[in-house]
Nanobody, 123 residues
Framework: QVQLVESGGGLVQAGGSLRLSCAAS????????MGWYRQAPGKQRELVAA???????NYADSVKGRFTISRDNAKNTVSLQMNSLKPEDTGVYYC?????????????????WGQGTQVTVSS
């Protein structure tokens, strides 16, 4: 259906910056929301930031003021600029998107995840 490909993870020292990108492809009609989640070792996956098609954003309290999410609706991409990184930001970051794909007779909904990209922040 819809494939999400992430890029931009890596190893950075505390206080540094990274930028994650995610591109969606497939028979996409529209994407309602795109977001980034993360999962630290031994913890549940949690929402980091999300953005709707009209640009409304939502951030986890722990990243407010440090992370910025943005999207390009024409290219079906979403990015996450991460500044002032902390060791507690370490984890696997997953891109998520939901919306509609075209079918032979009608459109249908999708909710897809990327494969994840590792972000490691050293102290």
């Amino acid at each position: 259906q819809v494939q999400l490909v992430e890029s931009g993870g890596g190893l950075v020292q505390a206080g540094g910056s990274l930028r994650l990108s995610c591109a969606a492809s497939g028979r996409i009609v529209s994407i309602k929301a795109m977001g980034w989640y993360r999962q630290a070792p031994g913890k549940q996956r949690e929402l980091v930031a999300a953005i709707t098609s009209d640009g409304s954003t939502n951030y986890a309290d722990s990243v407010k003021g440090r992370f910025t999410i943005s999207r390009d609706n024409a290219k079906n991409t979403v990015s996450l600029q991460m500044n002032s990184l902390k060791p507690e930001d370490t984890g696997v970051y997953y891109c998520n998107a939901d919306g509609y794909v075209s079918g032979r007779y009608y459109n249908s909904e999708f909710d897809s995840w990327g494969q994840g990209t590792q972000v490691t922040v050293s102290s």
